[in-house]
């Protein structure tokens, strides 16, 4: 009789391709009893040694199959023993609606020989292959436990993973047992704690304006508040600069000056009567060169979000959840990776074969095969579990729908620019001394577009060309004037900047970031929480325990601790709280624990009328893609 082997995905359209894949076509499938999604997929398969051919059942969980709580007797809220919370025993359990999931894999496991993981080659999958693990185990203790490696569910690429399993990483496991439960501490701390301070202060409407605490979702609203501050307190500022025009050759030359602005008047008048003095403007430096505008780095998840709302319109979640449904359908790789470098033995130019057949990007792509074809540039970073995220199978943009269509034809034509050669041109710039002020004018002609021809998210466009000038001749400019304006504010922040300052201060991961920006929409933007450094210091903390320089245990503590500073610290300063809520009882008030000195102090920052609130504060404009308070 042969061995059985039981597969487990992370979701059900991952298994159905999977057992596709394996089978051949020839699968028997059955119902789960108890959940109408999960489907148990029966086939034979020949694995590797030592488990040669195989009878298999492949399943799958919905995401994660357990949740982490508190004991019942930490359920009652009360001012008194929130701070308890930070020393609480937690409880880890299946969940109630994913009690049928975990029953069928354990019942699945016990007449089986070896479990086999087909969850997200992530942090969170091999956390969601521990929770696997242990249901299959508690059915067979004597489980010979393999994980499959792969980043997308084309045929080939599955089959290979099938015969090359390897060991669960317990490591980045306890990462993310780590996170779940510290979100679950602080989540409750600082929810309970302001929620029971707050709520008989102002009102049933002040009450439900009241949101919980997120330890990333709000720090991410933390950089809104700070940029709306930027703008509404910005001055402005005047400011005078010298404009020299010269026409030849039926081409007017603008010659920016040096010091580009003063914000002294009477220096900037000085300096220009100087010039006019001089009368004769001299060439001293003329220089021709070629230029570049480099080919994009393979796409990562970021990037994917931030130039998803940038070029195509849409909001970061939106741009996941569709980049998701195209993998599930195998359409395209991975979604969820920080990788920019393309393995050396990976074969890209079949991946552009495949591109081929299309009528929009097809004849660029066989012009790539006849000898176009470059080798793309490597970015610096690698996660070592996903490729960059790449085009698998060819899909004719006509079968999908609008957006579906705009996401894919992005990620290809993305994959094709960066299997290009960059962009060529020439530049030429021209640089003057009329008095003893310093004038620059440039000109670019592009030569070749290249990647640009295929990419048309990029802008490079020649401009106007330049006269012939000789270093060493003189003339008098047509035109001198002296020019004036303001300083403006920055524009209130859009979500691709967002993204941008998530990722660089280590809130949330590739794959959350999307989620913590549509939660801050949803809300009610009146109230901030937090500073991004003992959250980006968090991250920089799983990444050791990832690498095995940290253990889990140590790294709850610290943080706890740090979190217990930050506790006392806003405890001590509640009556300034309340007060300030006393007394603008009229209004909705930013309430802001700093977290970015080791005390940690709770300050008000802002009060906003009623008449503010009316006029669109705190919303997202959708036409501007920006938040403004």
């Known amino acids: 009789m042969a061995p059985k082997i039981l597969c487990v995905a992370e979701k059900p359209s991952i298994a159905k391709s999977v057992a596709q894949h394996l089978s051949g076509g020839h699968v028997q499938t059955r119902n789960v009893p108890g959940n109408q999604y999960v489907k148990n997929y029966e086939f034979d398969y020949a694995f590797g040694r030592p488990w040669g051919n195989c009878s298999v059942t492949m399943t799958s969980v919905l995401g994660h199959l357990t949740g982490t709580d508190f004991p019942v007797e930490y359920k009652y809220w009360q001012v008194s023993t929130c701070q308890h919370l930070f020393d609480a025993p937690v409880i880890t359990s299946v969940d109630k609606d994913k009690e049928p999931i975990a029953r069928n894999i354990t019942q699945q496991a016990r007449f089986s020989k070896a479990l086999f993981i087909w969850t997200d080659c992530d942090r969170e999958g091999e956390h969601i292959g521990s929770e696997v693990r242990k249901a299959a185990l508690e059915g067979n203790p004597r489980l010979d436990v393999k994980r499959a490696v792969f980043s997308n569910t084309e045929r080939g690429h599955v089959l290979q993973a099938a015969q090359r399993p390897v060991a669960l990483d317990d490591k980045q496991v306890n990462a993310v047992a780590a996170r779940i439960e510290l979100d679950l501490r602080l989540g409750a701390i600082f929810t309970r704690f302001q929620s029971l301070t707050f709520r008989t202060l102002g009102g049933d409407s002040f009450n439900d304006r009241i949101i919980s605490y997120g330890s990333c979702q709000f720090p991410t609203l933390g950089f809104v508040v700070d940029r709306y501050f930027r703008v509404k307190n910005f001055v402005p500022e005047q400011f005078w600069s010298i404009k020299v025009m010269h026409r030849r050759e039926d081409i007017n030359v603008a010659f920016l000056w040096r010091r580009h602005r003063l914000f002294d008047r009477m220096s900037v008048v000085l300096l220009f009567e100087r010039c006019i003095a001089a009368r004769l403007a001299k060439v001293t430096k003329l220089q021709k060169k070629p230029t570049s505008k480099w080919r994009p780095l393979p796409l990562t998840t970021v990037e994917l979000q931030k130039l998803g709302s940038r070029f195509l319109r849409m909001d970061s979640q939106r741009v996941m959840k569709i980049a998701e449904s195209l993998y599930n359908k195998g359409w395209i790789s991975y979604p969820r990776t920080e990788t920019d470098q393309f393995d050396r033995g990976m074969d890209l130019r079949a991946i552009v074969e495949k591109q081929t057949q299309d009528n929009a990007w097809g004849p660029y792509a066989r012009e790539l095969l006849n000898g176009a074809f470059r080798e793309p540039r490597g970015g610096r970073n690698n996660d070592q579990a996903h490729p960059p995220i790449h085009p698998v199978n060819y899909v004719a943009p006509d079968s999908l729908e609008g957006d579906d269509r705009r996401v894919y034809e992005f990620v290809v034509r993305r994959f094709l620019a960066c299997c290009s050669d960059d962009a060529k041109g020439e530049s030429t710039t021209v640089e003057i001394e009329y008095g003893v002020e310093s004038f620059l004018a440039s000109g670019l002609l592009v030569l070749q ?181």
């Open 449 to 629: 577009k290249n990647y640009l021809l295929v990419y048309p998210y990029d802008k490079w466009e020649s401009s106007q060309q330049l006269p012939r000038f000789t270093v060493g001749e003189t003339f008098e400019p047509t035109e001198a004037n002296i020019t004036d304006g303001e300083t403006s504010a920055p524009g209130y922040l859009t979500e691709p900047e967002l993204i941008s300052l998530m990722d660089a201060n280590g809130i949330g991961t590739d794959a959350t970031m999307a989620e913590h920006i549509a939660k801050i929409k949803e809300r009610d933007l009146e109230t901030s929480l937090g500073k991004p450094f003992l959250r980006k210091e968090m991250e920089i903390k799983m990444r050791e325990i990832c690498a095995g320089t940290k253990s889990r245990n140590d790294f709850v503590q610290e943080t706890l601790e740090q979190y217990r500073h930050v506790f006392i610290r806003t405890q001590q300063q509640v009556e300034l709280l309340k007060a300030a809520c006393r007394k603008q009882s009229d209004t909705v008030l930013l309430l802001q624990v700093s977290t970015d000195n080791p005390a940690g102090s709770a300050r008000v920052i802002r009060a906003l009328s009623d008449d503010t609130r009316s006029k669109g504060a705190g919303q997202w404009c959708a036409e501007q893609r920006s938040w403004a308070l």
